[in-house]
């Protein structure tokens, strides 16, 4: 394994196969907000870095990235479906903690009612090994609960800061806890 990786924009060849990746791992619900990478605004903002990741040339995956201060939010973290349980995942989010101090994403809120409370445990579990830790703060949106992971201490008030600057650019309407 190769792993590579370079910035592109909503201009580069590769972000429609971006797009058509988000249409097949993500529902629909979770490509609106915060960062809807359809929306031209939205996904030529200056503070959103899209990495695409290659291994041996071929594309992998992605992870867009929005950067606000001194904070970093993953707004999306994909691999093609062929390409999931191979390492690539958690390769992706080491050469990005190796770039970026405080890490901060979302992760649907566990919540043992859930249909996919399954998925939602593996995925939490993913990022845990990766050193992300559960901030016990959630924020919702679009009808969902989400939990906040860091990938170190981060004060809670920056978080919401963030997230009131997207919602100041009229991205989307939150509620956090």
């Not at 993500?26 to 996904?43: H, K, R, S, T, Y």
Request: include cysteine; charged fraction near 25%; hydrophobic fraction near 40%.
């Amino acid at each position: 394994m190769s792993l590579e990786y370079k910035i592109i924009n909503r201009n580069s060849d590769d972000f429609k196969e971006i797009l058509k990746l988000n249409l097949e791992v993500f529902p629909q619900n979770e490509l609106l907000a915060p960062i809807n990478l359809e929306d031209p605004i939205m996904a030529s903002d200056e503070n959103l870095k899209i990495f695409a990741f290659y291994d041996d040339g071929k594309f992998i995956g992605y992870a867009a990235l929005y950067l606000y201060k001194e904070l970093c939010y993953l707004a999306f973290l994909a691999i093609w479906p062929q390409f999931q349980g191979c390492s690539y995942g958690s390769k992706i989010l080491d050469i990005l903690n190796s770039n970026f101090n405080q890490i901060v994403l979302e992760i649907e809120y566990l919540d043992p009612k859930a249909d996919d409370i399954d998925q939602r445990i593996r995925r939490s579990k993913f990022y845990q090994k990766s050193g992300f830790c559960d901030s016990t703060h959630t924020i919702s949106y679009l009808g969902m609960k989400y939990s906040i992971y860091t990938s170190s201490k981060v004060e809670f008030e920056r978080f919401i800061q963030m997230f009131e600057f997207f919602q100041s650019k009229n991205y989307f309407e939150f509620n956090y806890e």
